[in-house]
């Protein structure tokens, strides 16, 4: 006897076998694909989207239950503290903020929007939340004399050294679905490390050469290709090292605000940021 078509069963002997099946289960929700009414941020239309951005705390209000993109990132890690008389011994990079890239069906009513504000030289950034997501704050660079370890956060600081050679902090937002990287090592006393960023690792130094801060994370969703999320450059007075593409810092420079970059050794993370996108257009006929 031939097996059951549809169900993928086997044939008895000298009888063919059924044909095989697929199925699909989906939860079906009533929600809108275009949403008009929605407020909260500034407000940009291109190519019938609507993009809402957050660089301060503010409220998202949406009318009724619609699918939407949005973009968390996290305030950049502040670069390490330099030595006050020697500035050839400069801090670690500080790590990007953690970045969350999701689509997803968001029910109607009010949300706050926090965004996470870039930590101060030697301090981690802090955490931007929204929607029930949060992008991690960026680790900060690690200290001239090694004394304290670079940070942990979305991405991971610099380190620094007083003789040795020292790891850089690790990105820990995987159980938050954060994109970040590790920073990098420093070998050298006078080379401090690279700050990991959203797209990559952190630069461990060459020699007395700082290391480049990871590269950050790129996205459409504001309507044009941009860099979010990178890491900061380790500070060596009179040797010009650069931040991660997305906002990081170069060496003694602050990380860009509303990127979420960190900060270049010696100097402050850029804040994070928030944006959500939908369509305005109905695309459903």
């Known amino acids: 006897v031939a097996g059951l078509d549809g169900t993928g069963g086997g044939g008895g002997g000298c009888a063919v076998g059924g044909s095989g099946i697929l199925i699909l289960r989906y939860h079906r929700q009533n929600y809108r694909a275009n949403i008009e009414g929605a407020a909260g941020g500034e ?42 008389e020697d500035a050839n011994r400069g801090g670690g990079g500080g790590g990007a903020g953690g970045v969350v890239h999701r689509h997803m069906i968001l029910q109607k009513g009010k949300y706050d929007v926090q965004i996470g504000a870039g930590g101060a030289i030697g301090t981690n950034g802090q955490d931007t939340i929204a929607f029930g997501l949060v992008a991690l704050g960026g680790g900060h660079g690690g200290w001239y004399d090694g004394v304290k370890p ?20 690790l990105a820990i937002g995987a159980v938050k679905n954060n994109l970040g990287n590790e920073g990098g090592g420093s070998i050298h006393i006078y080379g401090a490390g690279g700050g990991g960023g959203a797209g990559s690792g952190g ?71 928030v944006i959500v996108r939908y369509r305005v257009v109905d695309i459903s006929g």
């Open 43 to 84: 407000v940009v239309e291109m190519n019938g989207f609507r993009m809402h951005t957050f660089a301060k705390d503010e409220q998202f209000s949406i009318p009724y239950d619609g699918a939407i993109e949005v973009l968390l990132v996290g305030g950049g890690g502040g670069g390490g503290v330099s030595h006050p």
């Open 150 to 169: 670079p940070g942990d956060g979305g991405s991971g600081g610099g380190a620094a050294v007083f003789s040795g050679m020292a790891s850089g902090g």
């Open 203 to 273: 630069k461990t130094s060459t020699g007395s050469q700082p290391g480049e801060g990871g590269i950050g994370y790129q996205c459409e969703i504001s309507g044009t290709s941009v860099y979010y999320a990178g890491g900061g450059a380790g500070f060596r007075q009179g040797v010009v090292t650069s931040g991660g593409l997305g906002g990081g810092g170069a060496g003694g420079s602050a990380g860009e605000p509303g990127t979420g970059g960190g900060g270049g050794g010696g100097a402050s993370g850029g804040n994070g940021i």
